[in-house]
C-alpha cells in the first residue's frame, strides 16, 4: 500500500508552495518585530524582495513613519498584557511600499506561540481598487441625492413661481370679461399692467432655467474677444434702467476710458445683470448701489456692492445651489437662480467669487475673472 505521509522536506516545500501562491501578502514576525516570511505577494504589494525583506524589522518596512512608534507600543503592549485589539480581526490600516508610497489595505494579524515565543501571522491585501470604488460609488450616490434634491427644489419652486403669476392672469382676464363694460380706461390699464408683469415674471424664469441648462452643458461656448467695457455698461445699464434699476441708483467706480478687457462679453453681461439684479431685489429702494471695477495685469476685478438685508453667515455655502434661496428673502420675489447663474458663469470663464456680507447691512459680491487670449482672425 502506498505510504500517503510527508516527510519533513515535502512538508516544507508544500507550505512554500501554498504561502507564495497566495493571493494576499503573507508576512510572518517574531515577537521583536523581525520579519520571517515574506511571500511572493507581499513582493508584489510592497516592492521588497524575500532575501532584502528577511530579517528586516517589520516597522522599518511597510508601516509609514507616523503610525511606527504607535506599533512598537502596540507589539510591547501585547507582549505584557495579552491584549491586542487589533488581531484576530480584520482591519483598515494604510500601509507603505518600497517607495514610500501609502495605500490603503486589509490586515488580518493572528498571533502564534511557538517553544515560548510569539510569532505573528499578517495577511495583507491591498483595497486600492476597492477603495476607489467605493469613493466613486459614494460620489454617484451623493449625485444622485444632490440630483433627487435639485428635482423636488425644481418642482416646488416651479409650482409656485408659475402658480403665483398663472392665477393673478387667470383672475384678471376673467375680471374684464365679466365686467369690461364696467370698467373705467385707469381700471383696465391697471389691470392689463398685472398680467404684464405676471407675464414677464413666468418669461423670466423660463429664461433662467434654460440659462442653466446652457451653462450645465456645453451648449454654452466660450466666444472671447476685446470688450470694451464703458460701451458695454452704457448699454447694458440703459437696458436694465428700463426695467430692475428704474428709480435706482447704480454709482460705477474705477471705470477707466478706453478700458478693455479680453473675455466672452454675453457671459460678462449675465454675470452683471444678475448681480445687479439681486442687489436691487435685496436692498433698499432709498439706498445707492455701487459698481467697482478695478483691473491687474492678469485679471478683470468687479465688485457690486449693496446696502440690503445681507444673507446669514451659515447659509452662504449654500448660496451658489440652484432654486436655493436665503432663509430671510420671504416676501421677495425670486426664484434661486441669479446666484446659481453667476457662479457657473464666472466658471466657464475660470475665474473666482467671493461674498462679503453682513445681516442688515449689505452684501459686496466680487468677481475675479482672467484676461482670455483672443483667438485670432481667421485669414481667408
Known sequence: MKDLRFNAHKDESILRSVIDSALDAVIIIDQEGMIHEWNDQATKSFGWTREEALNLRISDTIVPHRFREAHEKGLRHFL??????????????????????????????????????????????????????????????????????????????????????LTSIQSTAELIHDYIDKFNSEDIKKR????????????????????????????????????????????????????????????????????????????????????????????????KLTLDISSTDDALILSVTDKGIGIPENELDQIFESFTRASNTEGVAGNGLGLSIVKKSVEKLKGHISVDTELNKGTTVTIELPHLAVPPAESY
Do not use: C, W
Request: aromatic content about 6%; charged content about 30%.
Open 80 to 165: 505584557s498584557t495579552g491584549e491586542g485589539p487589533v488581531l484576530n480581526k480584520r482591519i483598515e490600516i494604510v500601509a507603505m511600499n518600497k517607495h514610500g508610497d501609502e495605500f490603503p489595505v486589509e490586515l488580518t494579524i493572528i498571533p502564534n506561540k511557538v517553544d515560548n515565543q510569539y510569532f505573528f501571522s499578517s495577511f495583507v491585501r491591498d483595497i486600492t481598487d476597492r477603495k476607489k470604488a467605493e469613493e466613486e460609488l459614494k460620489n454617484a450616490l451623493e449625485s444622485e441625492r444632490s440630483y433627487n434634491e435639485l428635482n423636488r427644489n425644481f418642482v416646488s419652486m416651479v409650482s409656485h413661481e408659475f402658480r403665483t403669476p
Open 192 to 287: 392689463v399692467k398685472r398680467i404684464l408683469e405676471s407675464s414677464i415674471r413666468m418669461d423670466r424664469l423660463i429664461e433662467d432655467v434654460l440659462t442653466i441648462g446652457k451653462l450645465d452643458t456645453m451648449h454654452q461656448m466660450i466666444n472671447v474677444t476685446d470688450v470694451e467695457m464703458e460701451e458695454m455698461l452704457e448699454d447694458m445699464i440703459e437696458e436694465l434702467t428700463v426695467g430692475v434699476l428704474k428709480e435706482r441708483v447704480l454709482e460705477i467706480r474705477g471705470l477707466q476710458p478706453g478700458f478693455k478687457v479680453q473675455t466672452d462679453s454675453s457671459l460678462l453681461e449675465l454675470i452683471l445683470k444678475n448681480l445687479i439684479g439681486n442687489a436691487v431685489k435685496y436692498s433698499h429702494p432709498d439706498t
